[in-house]
């Protein structure tokens, strides 16, 4: 019979590696195209509220908070408060040594107590240094800017709107100004405030930001920008063409020292601050929700506007800021990744291993983005690990397919082995040909290579075919020395059982016997296939005896003369249960009561998944090890609750199944058994 076996192998994993290449190029032009800034914005929120870092922030930076407790205990002078106060406040920082104050307030209008008390709160604010706010406008609807509000930046580029007008505070207030700044803040498109203007252009020079404005007062610097960074100092600091700087939000709201306004008039009152103050920048803004200068940030969606520009302020001292690389980079990164997986899946053998390899690339990116931010770079996540997590998902599905056009292949060319009794029937008798089954108390024979996937794709199907011709047939012959029938083959995997189509009555005991005599055939035939260059095989093997439908099932023109039924459906499961363990051979509690010739080892019990009822494990040997009775005292105890007393005894076995039970001893010591336990183990997988 011929087999068409479609496109080549090197065909198809080249046809992988193609759609990662397609994948990573159209993810890249995603991100070229901006597409994908929201989801990185995303991204890049995660990064900033999984490494806050409050400890690093300048506990000489206070912010005076006009929040919601100072407006309510104050209430009685009326809002807003008289410039008696804030003059007051202004003299109260001299006295304390404060390095510098910033008023978030405008002061825009005259008071309405008259110019005198103006001009005391100008005369108090020139007592150290302060900023006022300047609003700027993109038209000339306010007062021309002078010369002494400005600063002159070395460097500064001509990109980035050019503001000809500001708003000031009263004259009287803005003569002890000391510097002016604008708060103006620059919210991305999903209203995030992710980056701050350092300064603004206007016709005679640059305007400070308020935290641009309090660093060059308390550093005394002169800035200057070159190659893309502000140098104030020592400082080096990552800034846009436009003067936009991404600053490091070192945590949520309350990161630096936050003091009520209503606290700080009773420290006042009562001259007692413990130098709370001295040397220290103090920054005076609204915080309650009703003045309206909370902002959208990284860290929350009420971050004080005045807290942002304390934030800027710590970070231009500290050298501090988040850096973007060139824009190809991420572009080049995307591309790559994808083709690293791509690679991946293309030189490592198994679909498993492969998809592990290329789980871990996207992984090390993922931790590297990660570190890379801790660092000071926002290196694009979304976009590289999107690319990246396709590239993989396309690649399992086609190594899957692969694996499974293999698998379709085999059985194929296997599908059609039927034991000698069931031709002998058919001959006596053409009638069992109909279609139906009958209810029959038999053996089923379940049986799997442990890693045959592995060793499966390392092979070209030619070879396969030689590999499993040895082997089925070893272990066929085997099968049918004892009587039974060889359902069918699934690639490695056999299905057999006994009892049906000739009825037998020790059909468990003959199960046993070849099972076990399976099991020993892998001395010799592990010796014939590995002169033939192919590799060790471990067979694991699972019996289970109880009523089952034997027949033919299918259609008129397709059928199989086959077994179902839950006993069928128990043998196959406790192949699986030999991972668990570490056996090769179980066997049902129902067909070690239908075996007495046969001695037997109780492994455990456990529930399958899928089943209520406990199942007790067994497995067969001619002759019982001197062991044997210790490990069943052990599984006494274990069963019991004993797990302090199970574990030497289990320990005390060399047996792969004392080892495991062992450990789940001691896991159970440690973390205690479920509150339903009952000595039986819930399995919770297949």
């Known amino acids: 019979m011929a087999f068409s076996k479609g496109p080549s192998e090197k065909t198809l994993k080249l046809r992988a590696l193609g759609v990662a290449a397609v994948v990573g190029i159209l993810f890249a032009l995603l991100l070229h195209s901006g597409a994908m800034r929201n989801l990185e914005a995303v991204t890049y929120d995660a990064r ?15 912010i005076i908070a006009l929040n919601e407790s100072s407006l309510e205990s104050m209430d009685w002078i009326g809002w807003p408060w008289p410039r008696e106060i804030w003059a007051d406040l202004a003299g109260f920082m001299a006295d304390q040594g404060a390095k510098a104050l910033f008023f978030d307030i405008t002061f825009e209008t005259s008071s309405m107590y008259g110019a005198l008390e103006d001009s005391l709160f100008g005369e108090m604010a020139s007592s ?22 400005l600063i002159q930046l070395e460097g500064a580029s001509e990109k980035g709107p050019l503001y000809p007008s500001a708003r000031f505070p009263v004259t009287e207030i803005a003569a002890g100004a000391a510097a002016f700044a604008s708060p103006l803040v620059q919210a991305d498109p999903d209203g995030v405030v992710r980056r701050v203007p350092l300064f603004f252009r206007t016709p005679g020079g640059m305007m400070p930001s308020p935290g641009f404005a309090l660093a060059l007062i308390a550093s005394g610097e002169t800035p200057s920008i070159e ?9 080096s600091i990552p800034v ?95 591309v790559l990744l994808a083709m690293a997986i791509g690679i991946v899946m293309l030189v490592v053998p198994s679909v498993g291993g492969s998809i592990a390899a290329g789980a871990v690339l996207i992984l090390g990116y993922a931790g590297a983005v990660f570190v890379m931010f801790k660092n000071g770079v926002w290196m694009d996540a979304a976009t590289p690990l999107s690319a990246g997590m396709l590239a993989l998902l396309s690649g399992a599905v086609e190594a899957n397919f ?87 083959f699934e690639g490695d995997a056999i299905v057999a059982f006994w009892g049906a189509p000739v009825p037998m009555t020790d059909h468990a005991e003959r199960a046993c016997r070849a099972a076990m005599e399976c099991q020993a055939a892998h001395v010799e035939l592990n010796e014939q296939i590995g002169k033939l260059g192919f590799p060790r095989l471990i067979t694991r093997i699972g019996l289970s005896t109880g009523p089952m439908v034997v027949g033919n099932m299918g259609s008129e023109k397709r059928f199989d003369y086959t077994i179902m039924g839950d006993s069928v459906n128990l043998a196959s499961r ?89 450990a789940r001893c001691e896991n159970m010591l440690r973390d205690g058994p479920s509150p339903q336990w009952d000595g039986v183990w819930n399995l919770s997988s297949k």
Not at 471 to 483: F, H, Q, S, V
């Open 48 to 62: 900033c509220r999984m490494s806050p870092a409050p400890e690093l922030a300048d506990p000489k930076v206070i």
């Open 128 to 149: 150290l240094p302060t900023v006022f706010i300047a609003n700027l406008f993109l038209d000339s609807a306010a007062a021309p800017i002078p010369g002494n509000a």
């Open 227 to 235: 190659g893309g960074r502000l140098h104030l100092g020592q400082n």
């Open 240 to 334: 846009s063409d436009d003067g936009t700087f991404i600053p490091r939000f070192m945590g949520p709201r309350g990161t630096y020292t936050t003091l009520g306004a209503d606290e700080v008039f009773e420290m006042m009152l009562a001259g007692d601050t413990g130098a709370v103050f001295e040397d220290a920048v103090v920054l005076v803004g609204y915080t309650a929700v009703d003045l309206f200068d909370l902002k959208p940030t990284p860290f929350s969606a009420n971050y004080p506007g005045v807290e942002v520009h304390a934030t800027v302020y710590d970070n231009l001292m500290t050298g501090r800021g988040i850096q973007r690389p060139n824009p190809l980079v991420p572009v080049a990164i995307t």
């Open 402 to 488: 692969r694996a499974n056009r293999q698998k379709k292949f085999l059985r194929s060319a296997f599908g059609q082995y039927l034991s000698p009794e069931v031709v002998a029937q058919v001959v006596k008798n053409p009638s069992v040909l109909t279609l139906g089954g009958e209810r029959r108390v038999m053996t089923a024979f379940f049986s799997d290579v442990q890693g045959f996937t592995s060793i499966s794709e390392k092979l070209e199907p030619e070879g396969l075919v030689t590999l499993l011709n040895h082997y089925l047939t070893a272990m066929t012959d085997i099968i049918l020395k004892w009587g039974g029938t060889v359902d069918k």
């Open 574 to 662: 406790l192949e699986g249960v030999n991972k668990v363990y570490g056996t090769r051979l179980l066997v049902s509690g129902s067909t070690r009561e239908a075996a007495p010739a046969i001695r037997f080892l109780n492994i455990d019990s456990v529930r399958v998944v899928g089943q209520t009822k406990p199942v007790s494990l067994y497995t067969p040997f001619k002759v019982l090890p001197d062991w044997s009775a210790s490990y069943e005292h052990a599984l006494a105890a274990y069963a019991s609750g004993d797990f302090a007393g199970a574990i030497p005894m289990f320990r005390a076995i060399d047996f792969p199944a004392a080892a495991n039970m062992a």
